[in-house]
């Protein structure tokens, strides 16, 4: 039976309303009157299960819920814009299929070992992603990216083994070295338009990825082929 822990009569907002086990571990929490998560705010409590956040929420903060390995979440609130560094970093049973669409900032290894995250799509708003992000969520399988990103930060999508792109987005501008490592789903990808940069080892072990169809002439976008080894790369592909 849980223990839920008791404020002084006339408590008021904001306040945290806290239920634990016959152990003493906190195993749910009810937030109150809150807008933002803080910094560390549930930082390692592995026991920690609660499926859901109230609707007023609208930013995690840096390592809020990282390393609660049994947090449940299925879903944020609507009007959550932002997601602080490592704010949900091995938490292994987060099992989100999608995020809020107002979402425009996401911080480096915010999900990173998220390995049950199983996202189809990104918030059209995000304009970039940045190092580790997704690093190791190897439910994660989306086909596409947002429009209007311009920026993927080194193993941002590293060992992400279901990943299932096919076109890369018009406006990205760079991709760092070894953000694509070990995505072994990746077959045929398709750049939109002509980045200024490309780490020589963004899709390095990618080894079913076979074609690499760009816009740009031979030599234009220095280090290829970007570590795809097995891939034939077709140069000024209009298609």
């Known amino acids: 039976m849980g223990i839920i822990s008791r404020f002084p009569a006339g408590a008021t907002k904001p306040y945290i309303e806290e239920i634990y086990d016959s152990d003493e571990k906190l195993i749910d929490v009810k937030l109150h009157g809150y807008t933002q998560i803080r910094d560390y705010a549930f930082y390692h409590c592995t026991n920690l299960a609660c499926t859901s956040l109230p609707a ?18 299925t879903s944020l609130p609507a009007g959550i814009t932002s997601i602080g560094w490592a704010a949900f970093y091995h938490c292994i049973n987060l099992a989100l299929t999608t995020l809020p669409n107002g979402l425009t900032s996401i911080g480096e290894l915010a999900f990173s070992g998220c390995t049950n995250l199983a996202l189809t799509t990104l918030p059209n708003g995000l304009t970039s992603i940045g190092q580790g992000t997704f690093e190791d ?34 406006g990205l501008t760079n991709i760092g070295n070894a953000a694509f490592v070990y995505c072994s789903s990746l077959v045929s990808l398709t750049f939109e ?47």
């Open 56 to 73: 007023g929420i609208t930013s995690i903060g840096d390592e809020a819920f990282r390393d609660c390995s049994s947090l449940a979440l």
């Open 137 to 170: 969520c190897t439910s994660l399988a989306l086909t596409s990216l947002p429009n209007g990103l311009t920026s993927i930060g080194e193993l941002a999508f590293s060992g992400c083994t279901n990943l299932a792109l096919t076109p890369l987005p018009n």
């Open 193 to 239: 338009g002509t980045p200024e940069s490309i780490g020589d080892s963004v899709f390095a072990e990618c080894n079913n990825l076979t074609t690499i169809n760009v816009p740009w002439a031979e030599g234009a976008v220095a280090n290829a082929p970007w570590g795809a080894t097995n891939a034939t790369i077709n140069y000024g592909h209009t298609g």
